[in-house]
């Protein structure tokens, strides 16, 4: 932006109007009239600094907010949003989507929890069964195993707050049956 507030001032010192110059620089002869009041008011061609909106949650509230969703990653945005605007004025609510976005920013992705059924006794013997079978196999015959990365599919749960690098190393294998 700043080379287009150069070019807007060297155009309009060569005599160009306003509306030639937003025609060259693709924009609104406003924009142009604007930036040049800006150019001479301050002196520089940089943006003022402290325009736009001001953002509602401060770097402390972001790092508090990380701290919750961190601590209890089942919590979903709705949970953090009433433990944060518990203490704030109706004026400064926080939105769901504004806490997503921080969270986001933080390096924290919202996710689908996997939801894994607990294992009945008849299953946890079916699972036993297998490395009892096995269990005096020599190296050379578990060498002719075939493993692989495959993973669980599991059922989809409620959502939860994951850097991405949770859970089992993908280069991890298991037995995979046959």
Known sequence: MNS???RIKVLHDAG???RQIGQDIKCSHSVVKYALESVAGTGTY???????????LTDADVRHL?????????????????ELNASRAESE?????TISRRL????????VAAKKQLLRPTNIQKRLRL???RKHWTVDVWNKVLWTD???VFDQGEGIWSTGTDGLDKSESRLESY
């Not at 986001?104 to 996710?111: A, F, H, S, T, V």
């Open 4 to 6: 287009d507030r150069v």
């Open 16 to 18: 160009w109007s306003f």
């Open 46 to 56: 940089r943006m003022r600094q402290g325009r736009g909106r001001k953002q509602k």
């Open 66 to 82: 990380k701290i919750l969703s961190t601590s209890d990653r089942r919590k979903t945005t709705a949970d953090l949003q009433v």
């Open 93 to 97: 609510k926080v939105s769901r989507m």
């Open 104 to 111: 986001n920013e933080q390096g924290l992705k919202g996710r």
């Open 131 to 133: 490395p009892r079978e």
């Open 150 to 152: 495959e993973s669980e």
